[in-house]
C-alpha cells in the first residue's frame, strides 16, 4: 500500500503480513509527512521579575513581551 497524495493512509497489521518495500516506504513517508522542524536559534535566559510587590503592569508587560519575543525567535510560536 503507497502513500496517498491525500495524506498518510495506515497499514492494518495482522498476525503474519509480510512486511514489505511499499509498506516501510509507506511508514517512512507518514512520519516525514508529521514530522515538524525542531527549534530554532539559541537559548537565552529569562530572568524573573525579583518580587510580586515589584511587578507593577509595565513591568510585566514588559516581562510578557519579551518571552513572546523570545518564542518567536526559536520557532515555538509565530
Request: hydrophobic content about 40%; proline content about 3%.
Amino acid at each position: 500500500m503507497a502513500a496517498k497524495s491525500s495524506g498518510y493512509s495506515p497499514t492494518s497489521w495482522n498476525d503474519g503480513d509480510i512486511i514489505t518495500k511499499d509498506k516501510l516506504n509507506n511508514i517512512e513517508s507518514g512520519i516525514q509527512a508529521a514530522s515538524k522542524a525542531g527549534l530554532s536559534g539559541s537559548a537565552s535566559a529569562v530572568s524573573a521579575i525579583d518580587t510580586p510587590e515589584s511587578a507593577d503592569a509595565a513591568t510585566i508587560a514588559a516581562k510578557v513581551n519579551e518571552l513572546i519575543t523570545q518564542l518567536k525567535a526559536r520557532g515555538v510560536i509565530s
